[in-house]
């Protein structure tokens, strides 16, 4: 089976290189709070598969020191308006994090970390094209069961599961599969909400769909105690159920192909776990083909 899927694990890491340990203006009892509140915790665990074959792009530091998610260029990012760009200055809470970053600093720090990691996305996004004609990106992240200050989406009743799409990279087909997947396992999906959009390499940002890509987020409160960061008794049974959706996706993406207008269509579920599901399925394409009829 040939390998179409890049899992981009962007925010499992909790790693503080000591040589960026300096500009952090945090006690380190406050830094590893910090750490606990903004890692995505166990990502890299949880969307992992013996099964799936993929391929895996984590980033190894922390977000506190640089997040690969955002834009470079900060006059791009919503998110720089609350010290939150590329290069935090702020907290989750909106203290301090570290002094205004000088234009020698940044660049050091983009090529050490931002560069690279996107470079080798990047590889792994066009080799798979190169071999393939079609390459899926799933996003990987888990979010804090209540919102922390810095978020925008402040609403307190969050879903289980959120799946971030974009318009032109997100086979619809592909939404309604995992939402309604998700759904008869028994979990709340909210789509966009509380965090919108996914990641998509930038040379094939907005110019090809045979890239296609979806943002998966796990509420942090179903596997994990947050107060501790330790797992709960529920990783294990919520981990197999990312591999029984990580075996649907990998089928989609197998099966699926671009139509003229570069929408990933013509799917038939075969496996035994799809067949269980299949049903599923089919009222996802008579919901979907009713809605937009
Ligand atoms: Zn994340």
Known sequence: MNIITVLHIPHSSSYIPAEEREDILLSDELL??????MTDWYTDELFTSDIVKCKFVRYPVSRLILDPERFEDD???IMASRGMGVIYTKTSEGKALRHAVDSNTRKRMLEKYYIPHHASLSQAVSSILAKNGKALVIDCHSFPSSPLPYEIDQDK???DVCLGTDSF???KALIQLIALNLKKMGYSVGINQ???GTLVPMEFCRKD???ASIMIEVNRGLYMDEMTGAKTGKFESIKEQIQTLLCLIEEFQQQAEP???GEWRGITLKSQAARRLAWVTDVCYQTFSLIHR
Request: neutral net charge; glycine residues 8%; charged residues 35%.
């Open 32 to 37: 590893a709070d910090e750490i606990l509140k």
């Open 75 to 77: 006059a791009l990012e």
């Open 157 to 159: 009743n969050r879903h």
């Open 169 to 171: 990279h997100t086979p």
């Open 194 to 196: 509380p965090y919108g």
């Open 209 to 211: 769909r045979r890239v």
């Open 259 to 261: 139509d003229a207008g």
